[in-house]
C-alpha cells in the first residue's frame, strides 16, 4: 500500500492529502436547502449533504492529489447515517483511484483490536470475507501498547494496508502527554546507557519504527507510518532522523496554523517520505472564494456543488505548488 | 449521572457491569440458523443475532445489575448494520432501566473531539438536538491531552453524562507507554520537588483528577472517571490512594484473568468508587453450562435464547455475591 501511494504522489509530484471533513457550516446554501427539502431538518439530510459534498470535492481533485482523509468523527456525530456517508464518501474516493486514509484513532485491547483492525482486514462470515469499510489505511492511538497495535500490523501484512500511528498530534494539548520526558533510567531497545531523558513521542516512535521494521518496502518505507502534527516543526525534524523508514501523515497544515516552510524537514532529503494533510483549507475554499454566499443579499444562494470543488482544486493546486517550492 | 448509577449500585447492592461484546462463537445454533436463514450468511445476520442475544441478556439481568458496557468496535466491526446493532443494544439497555456505558475510547484533536463528544451532547441540525448515540457515559483516550477531553467533559456537564479517561488498561501490553517513568524534573502541578519519577499512567490520573475536580457530586465522586484494568493490583490501589474523588470503571475481571480478591483496593473503605465489568465470563456463560450445544450430537442445538439469558443471569449473580464477600 505505502509502495502504491508513494508511487502516486511522486506520479503527481504532490505529496498532499484532502481532509474529507465536512460540517453543516461548509455546505453551500442551495444543497443544504435541496437535502432539507427532502429530508427534513434531520441528521440524514446534513449526512446527505455530506456524501454530495465530497464527491464534488473528490470529481474535481482525484487528478491532482494521491489521497484523502475522512475523519471519520465529523460523520458518526449524525448517528447511522453519517456513519453510512463516511463509508459511502471511502467507495466514492476509491473508485475514483484515491488512496483512502481513514482517520479513526482506533485503539484497545487486543482482542478488541482485532475487532477494530476490520476496518482493514475486512471481517469473515461463515468463511467469507466482506470489505465492509474500505478504507486503504486508517489512524490508530498508541496508548494501549504493543498488543494493541498488532492485530492492526496484522491486517496491514496479510491484505496490503497501511496504519499511521498517533506520534506527535498537531493540537496544543498534544504535550500533556506526549512532551512529558521519560526518565533516562527506563530500559529501550538500541538506547545507550547513560542517554539524556526522551519523551514519551518519542518512545512511541521507538516502537512505531520496531512494529515497521519487517515491512520496509521497494521505496524504503514500512508499512507503519507516524502521524506527525505540521504545528511542531522541532519534534517533526527530531522524529525524521530517527525514523529514516517511517512515512509521515502530517496534520495541521492551513487552518491548523503551519505552512509550508515549517514542514520541510518533515520529508526526507529527496523530498520523499511524507503526505501532509489540509482540510479546511481546501474542502471550505469556497467560502473565501464567495465571501458573500450564504449572507443576505444578491448572492444569498447560487454557489453550485461544481463552484465548491473547483475551489477546492484551486486551493489544491496551490498547496500543491507550495509543497512542490519547498521540497525541490 | 454518576450519582444515579452509584444509587443503582447501592440498591442492588452490585457494583458490577456486563460487557456486552458479542462475537459469533458466542451465539446459540438456533439462533444463528434462523439469521442466516432470514437474512443469508451475511455481517446483517451477525448483527441482527447480536440485538436479540443482547436483548436476552438484558432481559435476564436488568433488575440485578446496574449497568452494561457495550464494547463498540465488536459491532464496527460488521459495519453499517453492526452499528444499528450497538444503537439498538444501547437504546434496549436504557429502556431497561440500566445505565449504558459505552466502550468507545475516543479521542482527537479539539475539533474533532466536540463532533466525537456528539455521543453524550447529541448534534444540534437547525436548532434541534438529536440524541442519536444515547450513552450514559463513554470511555476516552488520553493520549491527545487535555484540550482533546475537554469537549467531552463539557458534554458531561451540559447533559449530565460521564466519561471515563483511560488510566491503566487491563491488557499486558499496557506497560508499553502507561508504565514508563516520567522524570522528576517535570513540572506537575501539587507534586513536591525532588518527588520520585511518577509513571505516564500516574500523570494521566493526576490530569484526571484536575479534569474531574469542578463536578463533585453528592456521593463524593465526579463526573470524569477512570479506566483502571482489575488486572494491575497494585496500581489500582496506588490509583485509588490518589484519586479520592474518581469513580473507577475496572475491566478485565473473570476471562481476562483477575479474581475478586485482586480489586479490594479498587474501591473505596466503604466499598464503593467502582463499578467492575465482565463480558465473557456473564454473557458467554451458557457456553460453560451446556458444554456440548453445538457439538454433533444430541445436543447440537436446542439452546433457546432465554437459556442464553438464564445462564448470564447466574453467572451474573455469582459475581455479585464474589464482589459483596470481597467489598463489605
Given at each position: 500500500m505505502i509502495d502504491r501511494l508513494?508511487?502516486?504522489i511522486e506520479i503527481l509530484n504532490n505529496p498532499s492529502a484532502v481532509g474529507l471533513d465536512p460540517s453543516p457550516?461548509?455546505?453551500?446554501?442551495?444543497?443544504?436547502?435541496?437535502?432539507?427539502?427532502?429530508?427534513?431538518?434531520?441528521?440524514?439530510?446534513?449526512?446527505?449533504?455530506?456524501?454530495?459534498?465530497?464527491?464534488?470535492?473528490?470529481?474535481?481533485?482525484?487528478?491532482?492529489v494521491p489521497a484523502v482523509k475522512p475523519q471519520i468523527a465529523m460523520y458518526e456525530r449524525y448517528g447511522l447515517d453519517g456513519i453510512s456517508a463516511y463509508l459511502r464518501t471511502v467507495e466514492y474516493a476509491s473508485e475514483a483511484g484515491l488512496t483512502v486514509i481513514g482517520d479513526i484513532k482506533r485503539g484497545d485491547v487486543a482482542g478488541t483490536a482485532e475487532a477494530y483492525a476490520a476496518h482493514l482486514s475486512g471481517v469473515d462470515v461463515e468463511g467469507e470475507r466482506f470489505d465492509l469499510w474500505k478504507e486503504d489505511a486508517v489512524t490508530i492511538n498508541p496508548y494501549l501498547g504493543g498488543d494493541s497495535a498488532a492485530p492492526f500490523l496484522k491486517a496491514c501484512k496479510d491484505f496490503d494496508k497501511a496504519v499511521f500511528v498517533l506520534v506527535k498530534t498537531s493540537n496544543a494539548g498534544s504535550g500533556d502527554i506526549q512532551d512529558l520526558r521519560v526518565s533516562a533510567s527506563e530500559p529501550c531497545?538500541?538506547?545507550?546507557?547513560?542517554?539524556?531523558?526522551?519523551?514519551?513521542?518519542?518512545?512511541?516512535?521507538?516502537?512505531?519504527?520496531?512494529?515497521?521494521?519487517?515491512?520496509?518496502?521497494?521505496?524504503?518505507?514500512?508499512?507503519?507510518g507516524a502521524v506527525v502534527g505540521a504545528t511542531h516543526r522541532e519534534t517533526g525534524e527530531m522524529l525524521r532522523a530517527m525514523l529514516p523508514h517511517t512515512f509521515?501523515?502530517?496534520?495541521?497544515?492551513?487552518?491548523?496554523?503551519?505552512?509550508a516552510g515549517d514542514i520541510r524537514g518533515f520529508f526526507d532529503e529527496r523530498g520523499g517520505g511524507a503526505i501532509v494533510n489540509s482540510s479546511r483549507g481546501i474542502i471550505a475554499a469556497w467560502m473565501k472564494e464567495f465571501p458573500n454566499a450564504g449572507a443576505q443579499g444578491?448572492?444569498?444562494?447560487?454557489?453550485?456543488?461544481?463552484?465548491?470543488?473547483?475551489?477546492?482544486?484551486?486551493?489544491?493546486?496551490?498547496?500543491?505548488?507550495?509543497?512542490?517550492?519547498?521540497?525541490?
Open positions: 508513494i508511487e502516486r457550516e461548509m455546505m453551500p446554501d442551495d444543497l443544504k436547502r435541496d437535502m432539507y427539502d427532502l429530508f427534513g431538518k434531520t441528521p440524514k439530510a446534513v449526512a446527505e449533504m455530506f456524501v454530495r459534498f465530497n464527491a464534488a470535492i473528490i470529481d474535481r481533485t482525484a487528478d491532482i531497545e538500541g538506547r545507550e546507557a547513560n542517554a539524556p531523558d526522551m519523551t514519551v513521542c518519542a518512545r512511541v516512535a521507538s516502537l512505531v519504527n520496531e512494529w515497521g521494521k519487517d515491512s520496509v518496502g521497494d521505496r524504503g518505507y514500512s508499512r507503519v509521515f501523515l502530517v496534520p495541521g497544515y492551513g487552518a491548523q496554523g503551519a505552512n444578491a448572492k444569498a444562494s447560487g454557489i453550485s456543488l461544481d463552484e465548491a470543488g473547483l475551489a477546492a482544486r484551486k486551493a489544491a493546486v496551490e498547496m500543491r505548488d507550495r509543497l512542490r517550492g519547498v521540497i525541490r
